[in-house]
Protein backbone atom coordinates (compact mmCIF):
# COMPACT_ATOMS: atom_id res chain seq x y z
CA UNK A 1 0.00 0.00 0.00
CA UNK A 2 0.86 3.43 -0.32
CA UNK A 3 3.50 4.84 2.06
CA UNK A 4 3.21 8.47 3.95
CA UNK A 5 6.10 9.55 6.42
CA UNK A 6 6.29 12.56 8.78
CA UNK A 7 9.25 14.24 9.99
CA UNK A 8 9.95 14.86 13.11
CA UNK A 9 8.47 12.05 14.75
CA UNK A 10 8.53 13.63 17.99
CA UNK A 11 9.26 17.38 18.80
CA UNK A 12 9.64 19.31 22.26
CA UNK A 13 10.21 23.25 22.26
CA UNK A 14 9.81 26.49 24.44
CA UNK A 15 6.86 28.45 23.78
CA UNK A 16 6.80 31.28 21.28
CA UNK A 17 8.96 29.43 18.92
CA UNK A 18 8.19 28.11 15.51
CA UNK A 19 7.94 24.81 14.53
CA UNK A 20 7.62 22.88 11.19
CA UNK A 21 6.28 19.60 10.42
CA UNK A 22 6.76 17.73 6.83
CA UNK A 23 4.45 14.87 5.68
CA UNK A 24 5.52 12.88 2.40
CA UNK A 25 4.04 10.92 0.23
CA UNK A 26 6.63 8.51 -0.53
CA UNK A 27 5.62 6.17 -3.86
CA UNK A 28 2.95 7.93 -5.12
CA UNK A 29 1.80 11.87 -5.54
CA UNK A 30 -0.93 13.95 -3.92
CA UNK A 31 -2.79 16.46 -4.40
CA UNK A 32 -4.43 16.45 -1.62
CA UNK A 33 -3.20 16.21 2.09
CA UNK A 34 -5.15 16.46 4.94
CA UNK A 35 -3.29 17.74 8.63
CA UNK A 36 -5.52 16.33 12.17
CA UNK A 37 -4.81 16.63 15.25
CA UNK A 38 -5.71 14.33 18.29
CA UNK A 39 -6.18 14.86 21.98
CA UNK A 40 -5.50 11.70 24.07
CA UNK A 41 -8.42 9.75 23.84
CA UNK A 42 -9.91 11.11 21.66
CA UNK A 43 -10.87 11.17 17.41
CA UNK A 44 -9.03 12.76 15.03
CA UNK A 45 -10.24 16.53 14.63
CA UNK A 46 -9.35 17.55 10.57
CA UNK A 47 -7.65 21.22 10.94
CA UNK A 48 -7.58 21.48 7.06
CA UNK A 49 -6.54 19.97 3.71
CA UNK A 50 -3.89 21.08 1.98
CA UNK A 51 -3.83 21.56 -2.09
CA UNK A 52 -0.78 21.29 -4.38
CA UNK A 53 -0.63 24.85 -6.01
CA UNK A 54 -2.90 26.21 -4.29
CA UNK A 55 -4.19 27.72 -0.92
CA UNK A 56 -5.11 25.32 2.17
CA UNK A 57 -8.94 25.22 2.98
CA UNK A 58 -8.97 25.52 7.00
CA UNK A 59 -11.81 23.89 8.88
CA UNK A 60 -13.56 26.29 10.97
CA UNK A 61 -12.07 27.44 14.51
CA UNK A 62 -8.67 26.45 13.16
CA UNK A 63 -6.27 29.90 13.01
CA UNK A 64 -4.64 29.92 9.76
CA UNK A 65 -2.65 32.55 11.07
CA UNK A 66 -0.99 30.12 13.42
CA UNK A 67 -1.27 26.84 11.54
CA UNK A 68 0.31 27.44 8.34
CA UNK A 69 0.51 24.76 5.56
CA UNK A 70 2.67 25.03 2.31
CA UNK A 71 1.95 22.19 -0.74
CA UNK A 72 4.92 23.02 -2.51
CA UNK A 73 5.09 20.05 -4.59
CA UNK A 74 3.15 17.00 -5.00
CA UNK A 75 4.70 14.55 -2.70
CA UNK A 76 5.30 17.04 0.38
CA UNK A 77 2.97 19.32 2.07
CA UNK A 78 4.60 20.81 5.95
CA UNK A 79 2.42 22.51 8.55
CA UNK A 80 4.18 24.75 11.04
CA UNK A 81 3.12 25.71 13.92
CA UNK A 82 3.37 29.51 14.82
CA UNK A 83 4.49 30.78 18.16
CA UNK A 84 3.89 27.85 19.75
CA UNK A 85 1.80 27.68 23.09
CA UNK A 86 1.90 24.89 26.00
CA UNK A 87 -1.92 24.53 24.37
CA UNK A 88 -0.66 23.86 20.89
CA UNK A 89 1.08 20.27 22.10
CA UNK A 90 -0.86 17.54 20.65
CA UNK A 91 -0.55 14.68 18.48
CA UNK A 92 -0.71 15.86 14.47
CA UNK A 93 -1.09 13.18 11.73
CA UNK A 94 -0.98 13.87 7.91
CA UNK A 95 -2.72 11.98 5.35
CA UNK A 96 -3.02 11.61 1.65
CA UNK A 97 -5.16 9.98 -0.91
CA UNK A 98 -3.07 8.38 -3.60
CA UNK A 99 -4.40 8.03 -7.33
CA UNK A 100 -6.08 4.46 -8.42
CA UNK A 101 -6.59 3.98 -12.29
CA UNK A 102 -6.35 8.07 -12.72
CA UNK A 103 -9.05 8.48 -9.57
CA UNK A 104 -8.59 9.72 -6.87
CA UNK A 105 -8.53 6.84 -3.91
CA UNK A 106 -11.41 7.55 -0.80
CA UNK A 107 -8.98 5.64 1.55
CA UNK A 108 -6.18 7.94 3.34
CA UNK A 109 -3.31 6.61 3.79
CA UNK A 110 -1.85 8.50 7.31
CA UNK A 111 1.91 9.24 8.03
CA UNK A 112 3.21 8.14 11.53
CA UNK A 113 1.95 11.23 13.77
CA UNK A 114 4.36 13.80 15.35
CA UNK A 115 3.99 14.62 18.85
CA UNK A 116 4.64 18.28 19.85
CA UNK A 117 5.05 18.90 23.15
CA UNK A 118 5.63 22.72 23.90
CA UNK A 119 6.99 23.83 27.03
CA UNK B 1 -23.21 19.29 9.95
CA UNK B 2 -21.90 15.41 9.05
CA UNK B 3 -22.13 13.54 12.16
CA UNK B 4 -20.23 9.76 12.96
CA UNK B 5 -21.22 8.42 16.48
CA UNK B 6 -19.40 5.14 17.14
CA UNK B 7 -20.33 2.65 20.13
CA UNK B 8 -19.40 1.24 22.56
CA UNK B 9 -16.64 3.75 23.40
CA UNK B 10 -14.80 1.14 25.08
CA UNK B 11 -14.62 -2.80 25.37
CA UNK B 12 -12.70 -4.98 27.29
CA UNK B 13 -13.05 -8.77 26.06
CA UNK B 14 -11.16 -12.06 26.94
CA UNK B 15 -9.70 -13.72 24.31
CA UNK B 16 -11.38 -15.49 22.08
CA UNK B 17 -14.29 -13.84 22.33
CA UNK B 18 -16.57 -12.07 19.76
CA UNK B 19 -16.83 -8.35 19.14
CA UNK B 20 -19.26 -6.34 17.46
CA UNK B 21 -18.22 -2.67 16.73
CA UNK B 22 -20.70 0.05 15.76
CA UNK B 23 -20.64 2.97 13.49
CA UNK B 24 -23.30 5.18 12.78
CA UNK B 25 -23.61 8.15 10.20
CA UNK B 26 -25.44 11.30 8.78
CA UNK B 27 -23.43 12.98 5.92
CA UNK B 28 -25.04 14.13 3.43
CA UNK B 29 -23.59 13.08 -0.33
CA UNK B 30 -22.19 10.11 1.24
CA UNK B 31 -19.65 8.09 -0.75
CA UNK B 32 -17.66 5.48 1.72
CA UNK B 33 -17.81 4.06 4.76
CA UNK B 34 -13.87 3.42 6.12
CA UNK B 35 -12.93 1.11 8.98
CA UNK B 36 -9.45 1.90 10.58
CA UNK B 37 -7.48 0.45 13.03
CA UNK B 38 -5.56 2.86 15.46
CA UNK B 39 -2.52 1.49 17.83
CA UNK B 40 0.14 3.66 19.15
CA UNK B 41 0.46 5.96 16.04
CA UNK B 42 -1.57 6.74 13.08
CA UNK B 43 -4.53 4.68 11.58
CA UNK B 44 -3.77 1.76 9.57
CA UNK B 45 -6.81 1.17 6.68
CA UNK B 46 -8.96 -1.66 7.50
CA UNK B 47 -12.15 -1.64 4.83
CA UNK B 48 -14.03 0.45 2.90
CA UNK B 49 -17.35 0.08 1.90
CA UNK B 50 -19.72 1.61 -0.58
CA UNK B 51 -22.55 -0.57 -0.75
CA UNK B 52 -25.16 -2.37 1.41
CA UNK B 53 -25.44 -5.48 2.22
CA UNK B 54 -21.86 -6.39 0.93
CA UNK B 55 -19.62 -8.16 3.83
CA UNK B 56 -16.15 -7.31 3.54
CA UNK B 57 -13.53 -9.82 5.43
CA UNK B 58 -9.93 -10.29 5.72
CA UNK B 59 -9.19 -12.99 8.46
CA UNK B 60 -10.96 -12.05 11.42
CA UNK B 61 -12.21 -9.16 10.45
CA UNK B 62 -15.58 -8.32 8.80
CA UNK B 63 -17.61 -5.79 8.12
CA UNK B 64 -21.27 -4.90 6.43
CA UNK B 65 -23.03 -1.61 5.61
CA UNK B 66 -26.71 -0.64 6.11
CA UNK B 67 -26.76 2.63 4.01
CA UNK B 68 -30.93 2.91 4.52
CA UNK B 69 -30.51 2.27 8.15
CA UNK B 70 -27.28 4.84 7.79
CA UNK B 71 -24.88 2.16 9.81
CA UNK B 72 -22.01 0.08 9.37
CA UNK B 73 -20.25 -2.92 12.24
CA UNK B 74 -17.18 -4.55 12.43
CA UNK B 75 -16.82 -8.21 13.67
CA UNK B 76 -13.91 -9.72 14.90
CA UNK B 77 -14.31 -13.06 15.91
CA UNK B 78 -11.52 -15.00 17.74
CA UNK B 79 -10.13 -11.72 19.35
CA UNK B 80 -6.25 -12.22 20.36
CA UNK B 81 -4.67 -9.49 22.40
CA UNK B 82 -3.57 -8.17 19.45
CA UNK B 83 -6.70 -7.23 17.99
CA UNK B 84 -6.39 -4.19 21.27
CA UNK B 85 -6.53 -0.91 19.60
CA UNK B 86 -8.69 2.38 19.08
CA UNK B 87 -10.80 1.23 16.12
CA UNK B 88 -12.13 4.65 14.11
CA UNK B 89 -15.21 4.78 11.67
CA UNK B 90 -14.70 7.42 9.13
CA UNK B 91 -17.49 8.80 6.59
CA UNK B 92 -15.87 10.16 3.75
CA UNK B 93 -18.13 12.78 1.70
CA UNK B 94 -18.63 14.69 -1.49
CA UNK B 95 -19.21 17.83 -0.02
CA UNK B 96 -16.18 19.51 -1.09
CA UNK B 97 -13.94 19.58 -4.16
CA UNK B 98 -11.61 17.22 -1.98
CA UNK B 99 -14.23 15.40 -0.33
CA UNK B 100 -12.93 15.39 3.39
CA UNK B 101 -13.76 12.43 5.65
CA UNK B 102 -15.22 12.78 8.89
CA UNK B 103 -13.91 10.15 11.60
CA UNK B 104 -16.12 9.14 14.81
CA UNK B 105 -14.91 8.94 18.27
CA UNK B 106 -13.78 5.60 18.20
CA UNK B 107 -13.78 2.44 20.11
CA UNK B 108 -11.27 1.26 22.48
CA UNK B 109 -10.89 -2.55 22.56
CA UNK B 110 -9.32 -4.23 25.18
CA UNK B 111 -8.37 -8.03 24.57
CA UNK B 112 -7.15 -9.37 27.90
CA UNK B 113 -4.99 -12.78 28.06
Known amino acids: GAVVSQHPSRVICKSGTSVKIECRSL??????MFWYRQFPKKSLMLMAT?????????EQGVEKDKFLINHASLTLSTLTVTSAHPEDSSFYIC???????????????FGPGTRLLVL | EDKVVQSPLSLVVHEGDTVTLNCSYEVTNFRSLLWYKQEKKAPTFLFMLTSSGIEKKSGRLSSILDKKELFSILNITATQTGDSAVYLCAVHSDNTNAGKSTFGDGTTLTVKP
Open chain 1, 50 to 58: SNEGSKATY
Open chain 1, 27 to 32: DFQATT
Open chain 1, 95 to 109: SARDVVQGAVSETQY
